[in-house]
């Protein structure tokens, strides 16, 4: 095989959450590009339509909290409608509401935190599933954090939730593969996105954070876009399970 074709995903489909800016735009713009018809969501409709419009190739925007599980179903259904059975998932969307000691965290922002960020991926991945085993294939694309594999100051239950979404990972990795449905998880470093303003917009943890890095700069959200293209095309056929860092060299 070529190693264009490696990479095409035509007649493939997508969903990507959490896609009208950032890391998920970046990865729905690669997967469309490969050819695949993408379903960019996100919970607001006009931002998401949007996003999908400016991207062209047949994307499509369906809004959806990928907190709330009666949403994740209608949006599941939704797309399945508008372009047929899914091949690729792609979980980025993420919440994190609180910042500081983790004993602060009130009830509320534990629950959002944990829906948001492992109980709705499990579920869009688990409503692909049935669809994945007939076709005998699937890509399974998580977006965790390095934060999953080792705490962050200050982001102590963003940390502990992006833990579990990897072994959750791992755990449909090593039970669907069977199916011929492969799962990965992808875990980006400081990258400039809205999300990790408080991070990269405050010139104090800037100037710490990268002083940790071997190449010392804030990531961009395109750079983590080709490891999900990798991970979405049968350039990786037999990777299943894989932790993939992306974080300037964060945890070396």
Not at 4 to 20: E, M
Not at 65 to 94: C, F, R, S, T, Y
Not at 95 to 114: L, S, Y
Not at 201 to 230: D, S, T, W
Request: hydrophobic content about 45%; aromatic content about 6%.
């Amino acid at each position: 095989m070529e190693a264009f074709q490696a990479f095409d995903l035509s007649g493939k489909t997508a969903i990507v959450t959490g896609a009208s800016k950032g890391i998920g735009l970046a990865i729905a713009k690669q997967l469309a590009w490969a050819g695949a018809k993408v379903v960019l969501s996100s919970r607001k409709q006009e931002a998401v339509a949007a996003t999908a419009n400016s991207i062209g190739q047949g994307a499509i925007g369906i809004a959806a909290n990928m907190g709330d599980m009666e949403q994740i179903a209608a949006l599941w259904e939704e797309a399945k409608a508008a372009v047929g059975p899914i091949d690729i998932i792609v979980n980025n969307a993420a919440a994190n509401p609180v910042f500081g000691p983790v004993e602060d965290t009130p009830e509320w922002a534990f629950q959002k935190i944990m829906a948001v960020n492992v109980q709705g991926p499990f579920e869009l991945a688990r409503l692909a599933l049935p669809d994945m085993k007939t076709k005998k294939s699937g890509s399974i694309i998580n977006i965790s954090s390095v934060g999953g594999l080792s705490p962050e100051h200050q982001l102590g239950i963003y940390s502990v939730s992006k833990a579990a979404l990897i072994s959750l990972t791992k755990v449909m990795a090593k039970e669907w593969g069977q199916h011929g449905v492969r799962a990965n998880v992808i875990c980006p470093g400081l990258v400039q996105t809205k999300f990790s303003e408080a991070l990269w917009g405050n010139e104090k943890i800037l100037k710490y954070a990268l002083a940790q890095l071997p190449l010392p700069r804030v990531g961009q959200p395109e750079e983590i876009a080709g490891l999900g293209l990798f991970l979405a095309s049968s350039a990786s056929a037999y990777c299943t399970g894989g932790v993939y860092t992306a974080d300037g060299g964060f945890t070396v």
